[in-house]
């Protein structure tokens, strides 16, 4: 489950990802013709606050991410 992936920095500690085109499993195991999640955390922890939007259509599956990097401990200490 590769696909593309491309990632990188926004303003001042948020990043983004952004993958496309990867196949999450053979026909023979599965088919998920559609799903849809939107995602927004506020719970401040490692890769949080973010905002993720994920799709799968026909078991090629797609997201993008945009999440806050923080360079202190994740438990704040």
Known sequence: MIGLCFFG???KNYSWELQLFAITRKISDGFTF???K???DFF???HNPSF???FIIC???N???IYKNSK???YGK
Do not use: C
Request: proline share 0%; glycine share 0%.
């Open 9 to 11: 920095n926004l303003i």
């Open 44 to 46: 401040k922890f490692e």
């Open 34 to 36: 559609f799903s849809f």
């Open 38 to 40: 939107i995602n927004f």
């Open 63 to 65: 997201h993008l991410m």
């Open 59 to 61: 078991n090629i599956y």
């Open 52 to 54: 993720h939007i994920e």
């Open 72 to 74: 202190e401990n994740i």
